[in-house]
């Protein structure tokens, strides 16, 4: 039950009933009319722009149209007040029948309360973390895949059709420079000495299992060819232990794709997919040689002032048009990353989201002109970029790891204050804020540590069941037992006010959906966890307000069931973002 998308009927009614008809003729449009929570609670329940929107289309001043829409919906037996206010907003505030009402509707869709219709199916292709197969994941990585991954989570629960992607980066130079520094480890495990590590060589101590995986498999074999022969043995062996590595770094963070592509398959297996777009875009007039601009500012030792094969990125809003192939014939990244996207498209994805780290905030606007233009203006692009994380304990930054070398990785980060801390607290910044995380602040057990707070919450909720178990063994509090539960005792403000909160949740889940904002949903249930903490600590003051009343069965009923529609929701906002849901805190 969604309460704004119920009375946004009951407005639309209410403006029909006013019988207003626009001046030219027309028909109304009904369609920026938004039933929303009031910015001040003070206000009431909800409130309503209709009169605003409309008033100039039917010839009447906002506040004459709202005092009209107003009288209506003051007789819906549901409404204890229509107000108006200010230019002509409509407030309204609703009789605790309804909030009960909509407390059952929770309590009967268990689970599923929230869950919604907006995506319709549409397939959304999400493709986060992405790293580069060339070591252990780091800090950076963390935040991306978190991130990623409760959006497709998110996106899923909103009705999406989500395919969850990683790209692999496995055709660049960085890869061959992966090769010859697991050669070097080789070369170790057959017993040469390598002293230190040359520069610009990958120097972690994770290469060397596969230096020795190398060594049992081929001996000393490989020592005694040229390098255009090993090299590609030991990219293939060397990529796919990496990604193996990968794979188990993201399995500690509960992250798991559903596709992993290969930068190499554009150009491999009997069709070349760049050739393919280039020639697309060529057709449709988007492709021409010429020569670029020197960038502005230094210009760089490599620039040269040479013909290029061109993509026209400014026909869509680029800064300059893009370079597509190089003086030598071979493509360009760029090139490589829009035949990946175009092939998303023939994928049947018109909806791509792709989750980057800051760093790659000035590739955003030649990819999404790259979109646009492959698709025909059919696809969009949303790219979420992260900021950085930095990383503290006790209000000090973290030295580096010795494992990866020169990088604090994501297992360090995992092992040491767990997934769901890690998990929450990277998705209690939106993706696009600085982020300090400091190991001791999110394993304090204070209000403070939002993980800690939500999580106790639910806890807190298991822990009322059981006492209500002990003190009254005959109450029987199931799911049915609940669901008949006499709900019209509820009727303390605190108590009223958690149901409120409650009713909020389809609304937060569709507009965070909406909007690809996942973070919204760990800020809803730091809120949520917030009143039921709050509601909590009220009984200890006042012994009337306990959730278990021994003296009132039917009392002690109602409360548990409110508890319970408590504990649905703290669960279903947490498993959106992969966090464990608790019944007890250790």
Not at 508 to 516: I, K, M, P, R, T
Request: aromatic share 8%; net charge negative.
């Amino acid at each position: 039950m969604n309460v704004f998308s119920d009375f946004l009927v009951r407005v639309k009614a209410a403006v029909e009933a006013a019988r207003v008809e626009p001046v030219d003729g027309g028909t109304l449009d009904l369609s920026r009319v938004v039933v929303e929570p009031p910015r001040d609670a003070a206000h009431g329940d909800l409130a309503t722009n209709a009169a605003m929107v409309l008033a100039k289309a039917v010839g009447l001043k906002p506040r004459e149209l709202a005092t009209r829409i107003a009288m209506t919906l003051a007789r819906d037996p549901d409404v204890a007040t229509a107000e108006v206010a200010g230019p002509g907003f409509i407030n309204l505030s609703l009789e605790p029948a309804y909030w009960h009402k909509v407390l059952a509707a929770i309590l009967t869709s268990g689970g599923t309360f929230g869950r919604g219709a907006l995506g319709g199916g549409e397939k959304v292709n999400v493709e986060y973390v992405s790293a580069n197969p060339t070591g252990p994941m780091h800090v950076g990585h963390c935040r991306g895949a978190v991130v990623g991954d409760a959006l497709a989570n998110l996106l899923a629960f909103a009705g999406y059709d989500v395919t969850r992607e990683y790209y692999i980066n496995d055709a660049g130079a960085q890869v061959e420079v992966l090769a010859r520094s697991a050669f070097l480890r080789y070369r170790e495990a057959l017993g040469e000495q390598i002293g230190t590590i040359p520069e610009g060589l990958y120097p972690g101590d994770y290469l060397i299992p596969v230096g020795e995986a190398l060594a049992e498999r081929y001996g000393h074999e490989l020592k005694s060819r040229p390098e255009a022969e090993w090299l590609p043995l030991v990219r293939e062996v060397t990529v796919a232990a990496m990604m193996e590595m990968i794979r188990e770094d993201l399995a500690a963070l509960n992250v798991n794709h559903q596709v992993f592509f290969s930068e190499r398959s554009l150009t491999t297996g009997g069709h070349d997919r760049v050739a393919e777009l280039i020639d697309v875009l060529r057709e449709r007039g988007l492709v021409y040689e010429g020569r670029l601009p020197p960038p502005k500012g230094q210009l760089p030792d490599d620039w040269e002032d040479r013909e290029q094969t061109l993509f026209r990125s400014t026909d869509f809003g680029d800064d300059v048009d893009r370079a597509l192939m190089k003086s030598d014939g071979s493509y360009t990244y760029f090139a490589s990353d829009i035949a990946y996207h175009y092939d998303k498209f023939l994928r049947g994805f018109t909806t791509l989201i792709d989750v980057w780290g800051a760093d790659h905030g000035g590739y955003v606007k030649r990819m999404s002109a790259a979109v646009e233009a492959v698709s025909g203006g059919k696809a969009v692009l949303d790219v979420k970029l992260c900021q950085l994380v930095k990383l503290f304990r006790a209000g000090e930054p973290v030295k580096m790891s010795k494992r990866s070398g020169d990088f604090v990785t994501l297992r360090d980060v995992v092992d040491e204050v767990g997934r769901d801390a890690v998990r929450f607290m990277m998705l209690y910044r939106k993706n696009d804020a600085p982020l300090d995380f400091d190991f001791q602040k999110v394993t304090e057990q204070s209000r403070d540590n939002p993980v800690f707070y939500v999580q106790y919450g639910h806890a807190r909720t298991a822990s009322i069941f059981r006492m209500a178990g002990e003190e009254m063994p005959d109450l029987e509090p199931t799911d049915d037992v609940l669901a008949h539960a006499p709900l019209v005792r509820l009727d303390d403000e605190g108590e009223i006010s958690i149901i409120r909160r409650l009713a909020e949740y389809p609304r937060l889940v569709e507009s965070a959906a909406a909007s690809h904002e996942p973070h919204r949903v760990a800020f809803y249930l730091y809120d949520l966890a917030s009143e039921f903490h709050a509601q909590w600590n009220k009984g200890k003051e006042s012994p009337q307000l306990r959730f278990i009343k021994h003296d009132d069965r039917d009392l002690t009923t109602a409360r548990l069931a409110l508890v319970r529609a408590v504990a649905s929701v703290i669960s279903s906002g947490l498993d959106i973002l992969g966090v464990e849901a608790p019944d007890e805190m250790r």
